[in-house]
Nanobody, 124 residues
């Protein structure tokens, strides 16, 4: 069992940056592919980014590519999401997730463990 806890959300203006963190307890995160998803009001949960176990591979959703960067520190059991040039349409609850599989997946059903989420609100 893995417990994931996100932090770092908040209210910012358009163009600002935020860094989200997701800390794990229970098992070492080095055993998992890690991802970030988000859910905006009235919308489905959307893939944001994912990173392989050794940080050798990353993938990004089309709407965040070039602005967001996912990284991980296995020694700290933490995954990060650096978000730059934030837009009002980035407003959502952001979730981290852990996958025991072997390939990066961009769909929610591929992930085994989820955090409770952290709210990010971007004002125009």
């Amino acid at each position: 069992q893995v417990l994931l806890v996100e932090s770092g959300g908040g209210l910012v203006q358009a163009g600002a940056s935020l860094r989200l963190s997701c800390a794990a307890s229970g098992r070492t995160l080095s055993s998992y592919i890690l991802g970030w998803f988000r859910r905006a009001p009235g919308k489905e949960r959307e893939f944001v980014a994912a990173i392989s176990r050794n940080s050798g591979s990353t993938e990004y959703g089309d709407s965040v590519a070039g602005r967001f960067t996912i990284s991980r520190d296995n020694a700290k059991n933490t995954v990060y999401l650096q978000m730059n040039s934030l837009k009002p349409e980035d407003t959502a609850v952001y979730y981290c997730a852990a996958d025991q599989g072997f390939s990066i997946l961009t769909v929610t059903y591929g992930y085994d463990y989820w955090g409770q989420g952290t709210q990010v609100t971007v004002s125009s």
